[in-house]
């Protein structure tokens, strides 16, 4: 079983629960429509790769991206709860990189099909610790940052989620229930790119913490 770490403590961890399309220049500059509902996606715990560890691009891919995001730490069971009480389920935070495999994914949604196998490769989910939510005074004001082989490629705010962490919490537990060890990723800015065998990612959120990896 898969552990995270908060505040000294190994959480185990149950299912990763993804939002796409949930900052609006990152829509525009994939070419997608905005959604009417949040788009949901899951990668399982196997996706985990701990910050210094080595991303591994599945041979059935030749295009894997980078997308910084803000994850959150459920604390406890949330089945249909109001926005107004979604914090009240939050154990913390941390940095994650939702990597994609965007060729598959293409042929996926064209063919109108899943995208699982685009999404939750091992080592598809580099994550850092966490921290405990009382450590971030406003989740809604934090930068996200990432660079590549020391370029900026992502640099951005989550204050520009189009659906707020409260309102995201909320709508996934209509859909499913969140337990104690589930891990919310939040989705991305734009800025995402391609990345290569060789390269250095390193992730930042301000209050939250960094993350650095390699692909292998």
């Not at 935070?93 to 699982?116: C, F, I, M, S």
């Not at 966490?130 to 406003?138: A, G, I, M, P, Q």
């Amino acid at each position: 079983m898969r552990k995270v770490k908060l505040d000294g403590r190994e959480i185990p961890v149950g299912k990763i629960v993804c939002i796409g399309r949930n900052y609006s220049e990152h829509i525009k500059e994939l070419g997608n429509q905005p959604p009417d509902k949040p788009v949901i996606f899951m990668k399982p715990a196997s996706a985990i790769l701990a910050s210094g560890g080595t991303v591994i691009i599945p041979a059935y891919s030749n295009e894997c991206h980078h997308e910084i995001e803000l994850a959150v730490l459920i604390g406890k069971e949330a089945r249909n709860i109001p926005a107004d009480q979604a914090f009240s389920h939050v154990a913390g935070y941390a940095v994650a990189l939702d990597l994609t495999l965007r060729d598959v994914q293409n042929v996926q949604k064209a063919k109108g099909l899943p995208w699982e196998i685009a999404k939750a490769f091992g080592t598809s989910c580099p994550l850092s610790d966490f921290v405990t939510k009382d450590r971030v005074s406003n989740p809604q004001q934090l930068r996200l940052k990432l660079t590549v082989n020391g370029e900026v490629r992502q640099d951005g705010n989550t204050e520009d989620m189009m659906l707020p962490i409260a309102e995201l919490i909320s709508a996934v537990s209509e859909y499913f229930t969140l337990e104690e060890g589930d891990i919310l990723l939040t989705g991305t800015p734009s800025g995402v790119g391609r990345i290569c065998s060789g390269d250095r990612l390193e992730a930042s959120i301000e209050q939250v913490g960094s993350l650095t990896v390699t692909v292998g």
